[in-house]
């Protein structure tokens, strides 16, 4: 059965040109996947054993964690986010920055780890430069990535004086990688974001410097890295003004739309701007900014119309002068979008939208703070709606938010009391369902206004099930961070538990088996969550049509509560392992449910029952134990 995936297509304002010094004559990093044999051992990565985070005590329930992933870089001690891209099969890929020292500078490492479903390794991926005289190896900021539809990573960087495009096979190899130059010969290139494009291949933006005034490019290469145009944008949709773009989406049709702000210089003043070109490369239409004298556009989301929203952030007047306003402003090639919705003119404002996505009804989602963290909503017409909030609004920021396809929304975000990031759960009236933290003690983040839309110490995904990952640092004992990726269950818990409590185990609790996902055979989303088990204990779970009750089965210390024919979760990489927290999930496939000598794919009407069996100890003596089961019919 086919499974219909979300691809990461380009996330608005992946990394955005900061206007560093330029750089002394480039240096190219080694490209190589980890493990990997190398004369230089200086470069490694290591996986880290996190037990599951606690809840914030503001929740309204417990979020439904799967697992955490934590990994730290040597010699490299800190590490930052970013981006977080859904990869093949129900994985997740991390891009992140490796600093030498806690300043962000130094010797800079990207580093790119992808998990599978389950949150195991499947591969490692580093490019490295030595540190520079400015402080920053690989430009600094200059990093961004996107996935096709098929999972495979596109990832782009800057080099002294150039860029990159590296495109990767679903094992991390590298299939191709181009140098990009501005299409004009322009010096001091840097591509600063990457989409993949719905019927094949990739495009990139970035812009150069001439003198002082910035040009903007974007360039379009097949699947197989063939380059099939490129174009400068030596002038705003206003005027003849330089560009600098922030990100790039492209729409159902192929456009491209390239967008960001542009600069007069005079005076250090710029306005929003974005342009649109068709598959083949020709400038279809443009447009401009102006609801203040300095303003950008610093996130943009596409609707499944193809209609395109924008967020403009400014001020009114001069450079970072008066009241920090807001602005969304619609974009459509038919003509059918609202524009110039005023969110709001805040006095002295100056970090406060960090993101935007759609609701499937149309409604716009921006993630804004004023003092506390709040949802923006405008609805498609232009409506303004009343905002989101958390529980007690507490004082802190968003930083992103996700629109799931029922309708509800995720977002991650800070609290300043306690000190920590955080993600939470929307309901699709607004009620907050669940809040939880991510990565424990929260690493204070550089700052960067939106017109600059960096990421700082978080970010979240989703794939193409509606499950949805997220990203943090943790501080670590040396002084530097590590990054966490944890994956969050959305929909459920599903089925009905039966032949329970199961029989106490060595923690004085029995162990339990919960459900979550959909039961919706179509979207093949199940996920098995066991929880109450003893740390380090190897766990199988086990499938079947039929109930049964069989009391210490071969010895076992509990009850299995399966009859007929048994299926056990046992290739490689099912076989789970409970972590500190005394949980472990599995991902099921539908389509390959285990038999005693073979699969099967389950279909719509049939109900399957599941239940974990894991290894325990009563006193010195080695034992087995079982949780309840769980019953699911599939609709």
Not at 210 to 233: C, K, N, R, Y
Not at 316 to 325: E, H, L, N, V, Y
Not at 340 to 350: I, R
Not at 558 to 568: E, H, P
Request: glycine share 12%; net charge negative.
């Amino acid at each position: 059965m086919a499974k219909n995936r979300t691809p990461d297509y380009g996330r608005c304002g992946a990394d955005a040109v900061l206007g560093l010094p330029r750089h002394p004559p480039e240096r190219f990093p080694s490209l190589r996947r980890l493990p990997y044999t190398t004369t230089r051992p200086r470069l490694s990565i290591t996986i880290l054993s996190l037990a599951a985070p606690a809840p914030l005590l503001l929740a309204q329930a417990d979020a439904p964690f799967a697992w955490s992933q934590g990994y730290e870089h040597s010699p490299e001690p800190v590490l930052q986010p970013v981006d977080l891209l859904a990869g093949p099969d129900g994985g997740v890929i991390s891009i992140s920055r490796a600093w030498s020292n806690g300043s962000l500078q130094g010797a800079a490492e990207i580093v790119v780890v992808a998990l599978d479903a389950n949150g195991d390794p499947l591969w490692n991926w580093e490019a490295t430069s030595p540190a520079d005289p400015w402080g920053f190896g690989l430009e600094g900021q200059y990093v961004a990535g996107a996935t096709d539809d098929a999972g495979r990573l596109y990832l782009t960087y800057s080099l002294p004086m150039q860029s990159r495009l590296v495109a990767f096979d679903h094992h991390g190899s590298v299939r191709w990688q181009r140098s990009i130059t501005e299409p004009s010969g322009a010096p001091h290139y840097h591509t600063t974001c990457v989409a993949t494009n719905p019927t094949g291949g990739v495009h990139v933006g970035g812009s150069a410097y001439v003198d002082t005034f910035p040009i903007g490019a974007v360039h379009s290469f097949d699947a197989d890295g063939v380059l099939l145009w490129e174009q400068s944008v030596a002038q705003s949709p206003s005027g003849p003004v330089s560009s600098l773009p922030f990100g790039l989406l492209i729409g159902p049709g192929g456009e491209s739309y390239l967008y960001g702000q542009h600069d007069f210089f005079t005076g250090y003043s710029y306005f929003g701007c974005l342009h649109v070109f068709s598959p083949s490369g020709n400038l279809l239409a443009g447009l401009g900014g102006g609801s203040s004298i300095e303003s950008a556009f610093c996130h943009a989301a596409l609707d499944s119309n193809g209609g395109l929203s924008l967020v403009e952030t400014g001020y009114t007047s001069g450079f970072f002068g008066g009241d920090r306003i807001f602005r969304l402003t619609g974009f459509s090639l038919s003509g059918s979008a609202p524009t110039g919705v005023n969110l709001a003119s805040v006095p002295g404002a100056f970090y406060s939208v960090r993101d935007l996505a759609v609701l499937p009804n149309g409604d716009r989602l921006i993630a804004h703070s004023e003092a506390t963290p709040r949802l923006l909503r405008v609805a498609h017409d232009g409506t303004q709606l009343t905002p989101w909030t958390l529980p007690g609004n507490p004082p802190g920021e968003l930083f992103g938010v996700l629109a799931m396809p029922d309708g509800s929304a995720v977002v991650t975000g800070f609290l300043d009391a306690p000190s920590r990031t955080f993600y939470a759960r929307f309901d699709p009236t607004g009620v907050i369902e669940w809040i939880g933290d991510v990565s424990g003690v929260h690493v204070a983040f550089w700052p960067q206004r939106e017109a600059l839309p960096v990421p700082t110490d978080y970010d979240l995904t989703q794939d193409d099930r509606g499950n949805v990952f997220v990203a943090g640092r943790r501080q670590t004992t040396t002084g530097g961070t590590s990054l966490t990726t944890a994956k969050l269950l959305q929909g459920g818990p599903v089925g009905t538990a039966y032949c329970g409590p199961a029989v106490p185990n060595s923690t004085g609790a029995p162990g339990q088996l919960r459900v979550f996902g959909t039961d919706v055979r179509s979207l093949d989303n199940l996920t098995l969550l066991a929880t109450d088990l003893p740390a380090g204990s190897a766990v199988m779970m086990l499938a079947s049509q039929q109930q049964g009750l069989v009391f210490q089965p071969g010895g076992s210390s509990g009850v299995l509560c399966l009859g007929g024919t048994i299926g056990r979760y046992a290739a490689p990489g099912q076989i789970r392992h409970v972590t500190g927290a005394g949980s472990t999930s599995l991902q099921l496939d539908l389509d390959t449910i285990p038999r005693p000598n073979s699969v099967y794919s389950a279909v719509a009407g049939q109900t399957w029952s599941f239940q974990a069996w894991y290894r325990d100890a009563s006193g010195s003596v080695a034992t087995s134990n079982f949780t309840q089961a769980v019953a699911v019919p599939l609709q």
